[in-house]
Structures are given as C-alpha cells and as structure tokens.
C-alpha cells in the first residue's frame, strides 16, 4: 500500500491539481497567490469543524461509560431482595436519574455542536468581511 501524506493543505491540493492540469497560459501559482487567504480560511474553517466533531464524538463516549457504569451499578443493587415498595422506589429514581442524565446530555451535545458550527462559520465570516474590504479598498485606488 503506498504511504500517503499525512495531511495535506488546500495550497497543496489546488497547486498540485493546477500543475496537473498543464493547462498553457495560465498561472496557477498566481491564482492561488490571490485566492491563498481564502484558501486558508477555508482550511481553517474545516480543521476547526473537524475538531468539533472529535471533541463532540469523545464527549458522546464518555456519557454512554458514564450511563453503561451507572445502569451496572443500579442492576448490582436489584440483586438484593427486598419488598416490592422498595423494588418500585429504585425503578423510579433510575427512572429520574436516567431522564436527567439524558437532558443534561441532550443539552451539552447541542451546545457542542452548536460551539463547534459557530467557530467554523466565524472564520469563513471573518474572511468574508477582509475580502470585502480589499476589494472596497481596490476600487478606492483607481
């Protein structure tokens, strides 16, 4: 199996495309030199999604260990005989816990996600706006 680079940018990818298209006339490097903010913004939108969704899927194991610890722990403490009132008394405070912990986690993934589409949206916002700037700053030259 060939070793394939461990990441490789958006400059790298869209140069080695331009040269490997060997299109005459055109300057690729040239393109890529005017386009290369947006380029890298757009890389940096994507690197932060993708740490978004990592820290958002190690979040996700952590609360099903928590939950799979718990549900063992309540399950032991079925074991022990008793009567049916306090057999009914443990089922509904599972019951309870087990909707709490579903809301508290429904609530942090949400806000993971939602922290996570948020950072990558203000990048490429930010870059938005400087584009916009160099180009009013452009037609303010001539």
């Given amino acids: 199996m060939a070793k394939q680079p461990e990441s490789d940018s958006f400059m790298d ?3 080695r495309f331009g040269r490997d298209l060997k299109v005459p006339n055109v300057d690729v490097e040239a393109i890529l030199a005017h386009h ?7 890389e940096k939108s994507a690197r ?3 740490a978004g969704a990592s820290s958002l899927l ?3 194991r952590e609360m099903l260990q928590d939950t799979l610890r718990e549900v063992t722990e309540i399950a032991q403490s079925y074991r ?3 009567n049916p009132q306090e057999l009914m008394a443990k089922q509904t405070e599972f019951a309870r ?6 809301l508290k986690n429904a609530g942090e993934v949400a806000e ?13 916002r930010t870059r938005i706006k400087e584009a916009m700037e160099e180009i009013r700053a452009g037609y303010e030259k001539k």
């Fill in 13 to 15: 990818m869209f140069g």
């Fill in 36 to 42: 290369r903010k947006n380029l890298e913004a757009l």
């Fill in 48 to 50: 932060a999604g993708a």
């Fill in 58 to 60: 190690s979040r996700q």
């Fill in 80 to 82: 022990a005989p008793g």
């Fill in 97 to 102: 816990k087990a909707f709490e912990a579903a």
């Fill in 112 to 124: 993971l996600v939602k922290k996570s589409g948020t950072e990558s949206v203000d990048i490429l």
